[in-house]
């Protein structure tokens, strides 16, 4: 299992089966397939954790992975659709296996926003694999994109060869802050 979850306590969080992550890390064969990770849950339950520890692995074992902020790759791709090269923009990260993209439900329901992140996953669709984290499950995901087709086609795209975890429980954070305050 990757070190950083050597440190994570998964008593605290219902829904994510240790075993899973750690053969999600060992057996990487999703990755060839351009198999996805999905992760859902409420703010604080180790979404980004596990992801980023699924990534670490992965490295270990000299795979290309690069972990972004959803806000951050949406702002970068769209700055390259502004300049005519959201194509190329795509190619460069074809040299990752995996893109970890946290925090998608963040993402603001603009056109622009929307229709790149779009482009994206539907760019990576079979070829590279993806781990999303979000703290909107995905009939909440009207919310994220401001056509409903698009929605259901992103959807679509994402689940395929898809491991789907949703993560339940309290804020990890909060429950820490609490016990600070007895």
Not at 24 to 35: V, Y
Not at 101 to 112: A, I, S
Request: hydrophobic residues 40%; contains cysteine.
């Amino acid at each position: 299992m990757g070190k950083n979850l050597s440190n994570f306590d998964f008593s605290l969080v219902e829904g994510v089966n240790k075993h899973l992550i750690a053969e999600l890390i060992n057996q990487p064969s999703w990755l060839k397939l351009g198999g996805n990770i999905l992760l859902f849950g409420a703010s604080g339950l180790g979404k980004t954790h596990i992801a980023s520890s699924i990534g670490y692995g992965l490295i270990e074992q000299g795979h290309k992975v690069k972990f972004i902020a959803a806000s951050a790759i949406v702002q970068q791709l769209q700055q390259a659709k502004q300049h005519l090269r959201l194509q190329d923009e795509l190619l460069k990260l074809d040299k990752y296996s995996l893109l970890i993209v946290d925090d998608v439900g963040y993402v603001r329901k603009t056109e622009q926003e929307t229709s790149v992140l779009f482009e994206l996953i539907a760019h990576r669709y079979e070829r590279h694999s993806m781990i999303i984290t979000s703290n909107k499950s995905f009939d909440q995901w009207d919310e994220l994109f401001d056509d409903s087709t698009m929605t259901i086609a992103a959807i679509d795209r994402l689940v395929h060869h898809a491991t789907i975890i949703h993560c339940e429980g309290e804020s990890y954070r909060r429950k820490t802050a609490l016990s600070k305050g007895d």
